[in-house]
């Protein structure tokens, strides 16, 4: 239906984020089930992700699941109105605009923990 | 096949099945349902509250009520069907080999299969501890 420019960058974004997500979210159930083997192993296993480096990588998954989400309105918007397939290039500026405004306040509070050193014991 | 078509009457023109149609039905709404479920789930973790102070007592604290389990549960099952029919796109699309695409997508429906049932016994099952 379109090939290049913004409508094929939003669409592999949108499976890589996708993608990306399903990843985050087997590790994040196996973490939280590790509470069943009691909280020794629950909090040593947490206390390994507050490293530094998985905090850059949540505010990666952030960033993903803002961006999927959003542009998966945008899809359902051309789906189903007569309309959104004609402005989907504005409609994509759109996602990043509301992107923006909804990734700032996570980009300040985690990585400002990043630097400041706020991390683990 | 996956349904490529962008508009709902397309869809169920291009659809070869009616279970096909209804999952191109199923991502949209469940994306839509999805969206509002996350930004809550992310807002309230790492935004107002402290990434680096979650702990297994904050978890307990927060699935010893029956609201958050439902929510958390919401999302779980939502995610893993809305990724996994993704998933199944992007394995139709990607691997060519019929023979690989069979067994990758055993593994990966088993995959997520085992981890939708670890999830539900932890949100469900497990007793916190907590009153």
């Not at chain 1, 960033?63 to 959104?84: E, K």
């Not at chain 2, 973790?45 to 958390?72: E, F, G």
Request: positive net charge; hydrophobic residues 50%; glycine residues 10%.
């Amino acid at each position: 239906m379109y090939r290049g420019r913004e409508g094929q960058w939003a669409f592999y974004l949108h499976r890589i984020s996708g993608l990306g997500i399903l990843v985050f979210l087997v590790l994040h159930v196996a973490n939280i089930a590790s509470a069943m083997w009691g909280p020794e192993v629950s909090n040593a296993l947490m206390k390994f992700y507050h490293q530094p480096v998985f905090q850059i990588g949540l505010l990666a998954l952030i960033a993903g699941v803002l961006y999927h989400g959003f542009n998966g309105l945008r899809i359902i918007l051309m789906d189903f109105t007569r309309w959104g397939v004609r402005y989907q290039r504005q409609l994509w500026y759109g996602v990043w605009a509301l992107f923006v405004v909804f990734y700032l306040p996570f980009l300040i509070r985690i990585g400002g923990s990043i630097l400041g050193g706020g991390h683990g014991d | 096949m996956a349904i490529k078509s962008k508009r709902y009457e397309e869809a169920r023109l291009e659809a070869g099945s009616s279970l096909e149609l209804y999952w191109w039905v199923f991502m949209r709404i469940s994306g839509v349902v999805l969206v509002f479920l996350l930004i809550g789930h992310m807002w309230m973790n790492a935004v107002i509250m402290d990434l680096n102070k979650i702990d297994y007592d904050y978890v307990a604290q927060r699935l010893s009520q029956t609201t958050w389990k439902v929510y958390d549960w919401l999302i779980l099952a939502l995610a893993l069907l809305h990724g996994g029919n993704g998933l199944r796109y992007v394995l139709d699309d990607w691997v060519r080999d019929p023979v690989k695409r069979f067994w990758t997508k055993v593994v990966a429906y088993s995959l997520l299969a085992f981890i939708f049932f670890l999830g539900s016994l932890s949100l469900f099952n497990h007793d916190f501890g907590v009153n």
